[in-house]
């Protein structure tokens, strides 16, 4: 998972994939793998930078066919061909866990944030700034007087 997670700045930490997977071959030489997968991670709130703890717990299911992929193969056909005799999971594996992070996370649903100003937590204190919204036609005027 290293090398996937190094892309996200926002994972801070995480401990090893954990897969229990079963592979039961069905007809038509379909070999389905089933299973669940579970991540602990760490992850920066996307308001005020505050580590936040998950514990991802996921069901996977991939069907993997022996063979060149057809050209005729239907869109809704999610079967993965392969050419060899054994298959190395941990790549679909970590795809589908990388697929499961969540795009952000809070530390809290009223998390403040960061002061846009001084970068003050703004959980933790007022800043004083003043970060009133300013109508972009009149920001011009703003330092007319300094």
């Known amino acids: 998972m290293s090398s996937i997670l190094k892309e996200h700045s926002d994972v801070l930490s995480y401990t090893p994939l954990q ?3 079963k592979a039961a071959q069905r007809v038509n030489e379909v070999v389905d793998v089933q299973g669940t997968l579970k991540l ?3 992850m920066a709130c996307i308001r005020c930078l505050k580590p936040v703890d998950l514990n991802l717990q996921f069901k996977i299911q991939e069907e993997f066919k022996h063979g ?3 050209e005729d193969v239907a869109e809704d056909d999610d079967t993965l061909y392969v050419n ?3 298959v ?3 790549p679909y ?5 990388v ?6 996370v809070l530390c809290s649903e009223d998390c403040k944030g960061l002061c846009p100003t001084c970068g003050v937590n703004l959980n933790e ?3 004083g700034c003043d970060n009133t919204p300013i109508d972009p036609r009149m920001a011009g005027l703003k330092d007319f007087f300094k």
């Open 19 to 21: 897969v229990d997977v």
């Open 40 to 42: 602990d991670l760490q």
């Open 68 to 70: 060149e992929e057809p």
């Open 84 to 86: 060899t005799d054994t």
């Open 88 to 90: 190395d999971l941990a």
């Open 93 to 97: 594996m970590e795809q589908a866990a």
């Open 99 to 104: 697929l499961e992070l969540p795009p952000g």
């Open 125 to 127: 204190q007022d800043c």
